[in-house]
Structure formats: C-alpha cells, structure tokens
C-alpha cells in the first residue's frame, strides 16, 4: 500500500485536479489534502482536508507527524501577477513554505517532495525559442526569482543532505475544473469561458505573444511520472524543463473559431505584458524525455476541444 501523501495548496488550479488523480490512485485516505482556505466541493467531499498555513513550520510538522506522511506536494505560492502586487509576502510564501518542507525531509520526517517551478525562471536575457535545459537564467519578476531561488535551494538539499525533491518548470497551465490563480497565462483559461458566455474575449496580453502552455491533464501525468520514477533516473535535482504546446492569443482565438463561428479577440495589454515578454515562447524539455519518458499528449485544437466541451458540459 502506497505511504500517505500530503497536499499544501490543494484548493488551487493544480492541487485540486492533482488532488483526484492521486485520490483515484492510492485511495482517499491516503491523500491529505490542505489548504489555507476551503476548496470547492468535490474536493472537500472527496477525502480528509487540514486547514494549514504552509509558512507555519509547527503546523505544517504537525499534520506531518499526525498522518505519518512520505510524501509532500507543496502547491502553495504567490503567482506572477499576483507577487508583482506583493513582493514581500510572495517572497515569504514561496520562499518559506519551501524551506519548512525541505527541512523535514533533512530530518528525515518524510521522504520525497514535488515543488514546482515554472518557466518564470527564464528572463529577457535567455535565448527565447527552444529555452535549453541549462541556460541564462535572470529573471525579472518577484515570482521568477522566488523560483528560481527555490531551484537552487532544491538541488542544494539534495546534494548536501540527501533531499529527494523532484521539480518540473510548468508551462502556463490551461484547465476548466478550477479558475487560475493570478498568473500571466490566466488569459488562455479566461478565453474559453468569455468564449461561451459571450463570443468574444479583451485580451490582457497582444496578439503576438506567444508562450509555452500546457493542458492540465499533461501537467498531472507528468508530476505523477516524476515522482514515480526511480530516484536514480531522476538526474536534474534544480526543475526540469518540460513542454507542451506552444501558441498567441491570436492562434487560441482561431481554434475558438473553429468551434465558435463569430467569436472575436480584442487586445487591451496591462502589466502583464512586461511579465510575458521576458518568457520564453517556447521550451526545450529534452532532458525530461530521455531520463523519464516525458512525452505530451494535448496540442492546441484537442485542447480548445476538451475546454469548450467540459466547460459546456458543466453549465447544462
Ligand atoms: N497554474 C500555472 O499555470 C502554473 C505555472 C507554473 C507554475 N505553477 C506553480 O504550481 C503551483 C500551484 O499553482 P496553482 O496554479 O495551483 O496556484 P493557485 O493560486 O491556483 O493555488 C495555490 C493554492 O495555495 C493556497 N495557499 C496560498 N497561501 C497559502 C498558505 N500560506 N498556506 C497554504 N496554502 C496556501 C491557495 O489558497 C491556493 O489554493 C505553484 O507553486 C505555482 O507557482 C503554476
């Protein structure tokens, strides 16, 4: 029987989805689901929740020890948008929940950790198209350097201590279970649901700005891949680069047209377009795919496909 895992940041975008793919796996009560606040209600009737602060090193010790926990996926963070807003808290969220976890997996409390990063950890100066694995890496926003800090302090931990903590750099991630939680690549969730309220969507971003993304189910196969390979083939300890698809806003509206004769894009960019200039458009995720079979499966069209379905789905 898989050992119990523990889930901070549930109620998010990610940790809920990732939250019914490892329940369906190893069964509900396996899976302890936390967040600082509730989450929506399949999720709360689907197996035991905690409410938790994740800067709280004792809370989180705690539930740790209560549940006997192995394995800690650490979802809680400020987002791009969001920690331009807030630079200070968003340092001590994702800076300080990292290290209370990487700190028991030193002591030995639990055994393996999944943090992720994100393509923030590139910035103006990193060659834009297929962004290598190891290259220059100066980020520009609050968001990014906290990653990319959190990358480093993830391999240091391995390499010192022993830490197994595996990490992948998501892409903008495109889901319809739950609404994004202020990042730069909300626009490509938004879209889909102005789409079908009222054909047409103002977009925060221009037409020709193209970024790496990812639908959700890719990004959950792929962090349950990575924790469930061998240590050994786990060869990157900082985050792997990995990719799915790559697009504009003017591309995604011309899917949503195929589906929505008449749906029209207009362009309103805000601060945000300053954060998605300095990413990558598109990502080089070689590494992930020799050392552990990555292997995307959704492009654009199948993507806009399962969006527009399931989210028309959800309002009949
Ligand atoms: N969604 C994306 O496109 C994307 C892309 C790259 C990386 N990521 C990373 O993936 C992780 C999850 O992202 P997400 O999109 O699900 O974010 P989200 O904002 O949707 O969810 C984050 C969750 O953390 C919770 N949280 C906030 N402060 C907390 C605290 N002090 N203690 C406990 N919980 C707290 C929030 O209530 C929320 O439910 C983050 O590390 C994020 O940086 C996300």
Known sequence: MHKPILIIGACGQI????????????????????DIRE????????????????????AVEDVVMHYEIEEVYLMAAMLSATAEKFPMRAWNLNMNSLFHVLNLAKEKKISKIFWPSSIAVFGPNTPKEDTPQNTIMEPSTVYGISKQSGERWCEYYHKKYGV????????????????PGGGTTDYAVEI??????????ECFLSSETQLPMMYMDDAIRATICLMESPAEK????SSYNLAGMTFTPKE????????????????????RQEIADSWPSSIDDTKARQQWGWTPRFDLDQTTKEMLDNLKAMTN
């Open 15 to 34: 940790g809920t989805e990732l939250t019914f793919e490892l329940r369906n796996k190893y069964g509900a009560d396996n899976v302890i689901v936390s």
């Open 39 to 58: 989450g929506g209600d399949a999720l709360m009737q689907s197996g035991p929740f905690e409410l938790l602060d994740a800067t709280d090193y004792a």
């Open 164 to 179: 197994d903590v595996r990490s992948v750099r998501y892409p903008g991630l495109i889901s319809w279970k739950t609404m």
């Open 192 to 201: 889909y649901h102005e789409a079908l309220k009222q054909g047409k969507y």
């Open 234 to 237: 786990i060869k990157v300890r």
């Open 252 to 271: 995604i509206s011309k899917s949503i047209e195929k589906h929505i004769p008449g749906f029209t894009i207009s362009y309103a960019p805000d601060f």
